[in-house]
Nanobody, 123 residues
Framework: VQLQACGGGLVQAGGFLGLSCAAS????????MGWFRQAPGKEREFVAA???????????DSMKGRVTISRDSAKNTKNMVYLQMNSLKPEDTAVYYC??????????????WGQGTLVTVSS
């Protein structure tokens, strides 16, 4: 399974940014997917997750209300997920990673990881 995340960049505090991630793997396979981030000098932390149907979403408390995870419902893009981030703060600066798993056990244990995309929030 390969994950390709994109959409990172530089944004001013209070601004918004959208990330996307495409998971490609076995034809017809659906994955539960999530977003993580790692700020400089800090450990990687969970941001949000969405189940394979899109019916359940999970968020870290520190970003709840400011981020929305979603995924495509179209047949050929069902493993495309998005992370919309609003009211960004300088402390949201980090490399954001998407991840995927076929396991349905919550909290998800991810087997596949993307390369990360850098989000920089200026004050």
């Amino acid at each position: 399974v390969q994950l390709q995340a994109c959409g990172g960049g530089l944004v001013q505090a209070g601004g918004f940014l959208g990330l996307s991630c495409a998971a490609s793997g076995r034809t017809g396979s659906m994955y539960n997917m999530g977003w993580f981030r790692q700020a400089p000098g800090k450990e990687r932390e969970f941001v949000a997750a969405i189940n394979r149907s899109g019916g359940s979403t999970y968020y870290t408390d520190s970003m709840k209300g400011r981020v929305t995870i979603s995924r495509d419902s179209a047949k050929n893009t069902k493993n495309m997920v998005y992370l919309q981030m609003n009211s960004l703060k300088p402390e949201d600066t980090a490399v954001y990673y998407c991840a995927a798993t076929e396991s349905d056990h919550v909290p998800y244990k991810y087997d596949y990881w993307g390369q990360g995309t850098l989000v920089t929030v200026s004050s």
